[in-house]
């Protein structure tokens, strides 16, 4: 079945650290991939999506490639600030409907 | 625009007995989906309701169901509580048209003793 890993955590970093979460996935087909991202005591919100090999999702500073040939989805931001502080997931989705298959999260702290 | 809203926010339930979650999702969005998370399995999907139909479901045993009414809100009910069911239950709703994203709620935090 399909599934998502990404780096364990904590990941603690300065702030105006470069920062970069890994995320690899296995799938049948080829699945839409997101990041979202949980502030603390806040729900789940989509931080950027790609739905094709390739594709670039960008938003906040954040951005992510879709590399199919690595089966990759890594998390890079040039320049945190404190309030990047948060849990973050990749997430991916296959076939029909709205069926995610989320990654186990990595925690980020960033200090001043 | 009002968000989805999940409720109670918190629940706390003896082992045996059994529990209803609510979800009221965006107004217009007619896809709702249910995940259970903890710290130890992660994020899990449960199953996803569209038009009143269960769309997809995950690997939860039967004591896990759900249902959606015709206005789009939606009920996930656990019988039988066991100590592992213990959770933060999230909805997120979708327009559920092409690229069209999940919101998610604030969730429902369960504690069965």
């Known amino acids: 079945g399909d599934s998502v890993t990404q780096m364990e955590g904590p990941v603690t970093l300065s702030e105006e650290a470069f920062l970069t979460i890994n995320c690899t996935y296995t799938?049948?087909?080829?699945?839409?991939l997101f990041w979202y991202v949980q502030y603390p005591g806040e729900g789940l919100q989509l931080l950027l999506k790609?739905?094709?090999?390739?594709d670039k999702g960008s938003n906040k500073g954040f951005e992510a490639t879709y590399r199919k040939e690595t089966t990759s989805f890594h998390l890079e931001k040039g320049s945190v600030q404190v309030s990047d502080s948060a849990v973050y997931f990749c997430?991916?989705?296959?076939?029909?409907?709205?069926?995610?298959?989320f990654g186990g999260g990595t925690r980020v702290l960033v200090k001043p | 625009k009002a968000g989805v809203t999940q409720t109670p926010r918190y629940l706390i339930k003896t082992r045996g007995q059994q529990v209803t979650l609510s979800c009221s999702p965006i107004?217009?969005?007619?896809?709702v989906s249910w995940y259970q998370q903890t710290p130890g399995q992660g994020l899990q999907f449960l199953f996803e309701?569209?038009?009143?139909?269960?769309?997809n479901k995950g690997n939860f045993p039967g004591r896990f169901s759900g249902r959606q009414f015709s206005n789009s809100r939606s009920e996930m009910n656990v019988s039988t509580l066991e100590l592992g069911d213990s959770a933060l239950y999230l909805c997120?709703?979708?327009?559920?048209?092409?690229?069209?994203?999940?919101?998610f709620g604030n969730g429902t935090r369960l504690t069965v003793t």
């Open positions: 997430a991916l989705s296959e076939g029909a409907g709205n069926k995610l298959t």
């Open positions: 309701y569209f038009s009143e139909t269960q769309r």
């Open positions: 790609a739905t094709k090999a390739d």
């Open positions: 997120a709703s979708s327009l559920d048209s092409a690229n069209s994203p999940l919101h």
């Open positions: 799938a049948t087909g080829y699945p839409s």
């Open positions: 107004s217009g969005h007619r896809s």
